[in-house]
């Protein structure tokens, strides 16, 4: 295991952000319109009502127990450690959950709030479409009208989940301006919220946009961290030596992470490295971008000189965003989680081996994390252990890797 | 004199005529560098009293679909920050009197550097800034370069900022505030008249700085009805519509562009003046 490389004096907790203020250092903020102020302190002070709050708790562990499936298992991943030839190699299984992803535990939580705060209609963005179906799917449970943003070229290449999303009853919104993918649907959606500030709550789909989003979105994330380390506890009798997530905006990562951040354990996060870091047709922002201000956050972006964004690019919609959360940020400046990229082709051959060795489908995202798996898994003791989350399932997907692999189906 | 001083002086002339600016808004750079160089000069000729010049950002958050065109054109033709203030440094060869306020996001001014961007835009002959995305409980690290450098921090004030809101947003301000007078993005909806009156009434018992309306308004009339009220009234989308349409279908300006865009701002004058 190497050891973080810190840039900074190691801090006492690495728990312990955001400021009142919302920020993570200098990352994080409400960089917003003067019309969405009044609303974000407004959520502010409702989430914070809202955590301490035992009812609210009860409902959202009913629903993540009875509706979502959890706790998702720790699985083993027995095959593929064998073939890789070196740690033992754990899989959370939150493409188990209802809706195929991780991206139902924030969903549940948001909505809950949005109940608490009397809000009477949805809106949200998405990129692989996997937020969109969650908020969706909450929407239909709760009985609340959805409108879903979506990028025109997300539309074509995630077409099951547009359909999915329409068959529960949400209206899903092709954005065009831009390069019609994840930024432009936020943007679109932010939009729709300045308009509609009286009855709309906005369920922003990762651990970014203005405070309290980050905070409130890992909150919900945690769960699989939580989960995980009692799980490993009872499997292995100790903590894990590594722990490895994708990141598009950072929040299944940072739901595995952030219960581990104090703990002696090497994490590590995967950005989309997409046709190479050396091109400018990637996703990293952390590893390729600069701090900046997009989406009511500053944090690292992918952008030139002047400050105009750049658009990412990555086989995977889902980690295709030009920014990432800004606790990602934070802990990356820190050093104390090592961020990291992987190709679209290298995605593409963890997605194929883990079809084949473990036989399950991987979403496009996390094969990103598993190809890292499978860079440093060889090169440690077989005794070592790593956790990789595996935050959702490739149904979705399929279209887009036999296009690639030139299959016509 | 300070600098900054332009905005104080145009809002004298108004009042000493005893009538309610036009504030006209155009992209710095749309449909391409020249063409909007000389907008920006027609604008002050044609009767603007006030020019807002929009920085352009990939990812105009809080605009409709009108003024993200006008963005991604003027991006699309070499625009930068940095050419903005070239373009202002220009204008002021010709005028210095009308009073400049650059209105944008902060990214592009973050990477710029902030304290170098408010020495450069005082040095352009920028009179002031409006930040769409700096509420008052982020802005301090251009906000405070910015007022020391003697240029005007034009608040927003919306309708969802409450009493308590205020106070913490009109703390900072100066030149003017603008009450964006509805609660959405440009180019869309308009505000009803009285709805305006009551917000503007508001306003003035908690700031004695002049206060321009904007969001909706698009023709004379609803200039001229603004101005009963307020003390200046902002059209931005329906110049930006006007610069669309005299545009080819390659997206370059048609001759009669400029001319077009004039007696359009001609007659908002004359809204705002009678
Ligand atoms: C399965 C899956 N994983 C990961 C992501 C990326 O989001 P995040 O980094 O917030 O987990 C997405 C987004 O759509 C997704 O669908």
Known sequence: MTPPTASTEPLESYRSGPDERGHFGIFGGRFVAETLMPLILDLERAYDAARQSPDFQRDFDYFATHYTGRPSPLYFASSLTESLGGAKIYFKRDELNHTGSHKINNTLGQILLAKRMGKSRIIAETGAGQHGVATATVCALFDLPCVVYMGATDIERQAPNVFRMKLLGAEVVPVTSGTGTLKDAMNEALRDWVANVEDTFYIIGTVAGPHPYPAMVRDFQSVIGREAKQQIEQAEGRLPDTLVACIGGGSNAMGLFHPFLDDPVGIIGVEAGGLGLQTEQHAASLTGGRPGVLHGNRTYLLQNEDGQIIDAHSISAGLDYPGIGPEHAWLHDHGRVDYVSVTDSEALEAFQLCCRTEGIIPALEPAHALAHVAKIAPEMDKDQIIVMNLCGRGDKDIFTVADVLGVEI | ?274
């Open chain 2, 1 to 274: 004199m300070s600098r900054g001083d332009r905005v104080d002086l145009a809002f004298k002339r108004l009042s000493d005529e005893g009538r309610a600016g036009l504030v006209t808004f155009i992209t710095a750079g749309d449909p391409d560098l020249e063409t909007s160089q000389n907008l920006m000069e027609g604008l002050a000729d044609s009767g603007a009293d006030i020019i807002e010049l929009g920085m352009p950002f990939s990812d105009p958050m809080a605009d409709g679909p009108a003024i993200q065109a006008a963005n991604l054109r003027a991006l699309a033709n070499g625009a930068s920050l940095r050419r903005t203030l070239d373009m202002v440094a220009r204008f002021r060869r010709s005028n210095d009197q009308t009073p400049v306020i650059l209105m944008g996001y902060f990214n592009p001014i973050y990477q710029y550097g902030p304290t170098r961007f408010v020495t450069d835009a005082v040095e352009s002959g920028v009179d002031g800034l409006i930040l769409v995305d700096l509420p008052p409980e982020e802005d301090d690290e251009l906000c405070d370069p910015a007022r020391t450098a003697g240029l005007h921090w034009v608040r927003l004030v919306t309708p969802t900022s409450d009493e308590k809101r205020l106070k913490s947003v009109l703390k900072n301000a100066s030149g003017f505030v603008y009450y964006v007078s509805i609660a959405g993005i440009t180019g869309t909806r308009s505000a009803s008249v009285s709805a305006v009156g009551d917000a503007v009434a508001r306003l003035r018992s908690h700031t004695g700085l002049p206060i321009a309306v904007g969001f909706g308004i698009n023709t004379p009339e609803q200039v001229h009805d603004t101005v009963e009220v307020a003390d200046g009234a902002v059209v931005g989308s329906a110049i930006i519509r006007e610069i669309e349409k005299n545009l080819d279908e390659t997206g370059a300006a048609r001759p009669e562009l400029l001319e077009n865009v004039s007696s359009l701002v001609r007659t908002l004058a004359e809204g705002a003046r009678n």
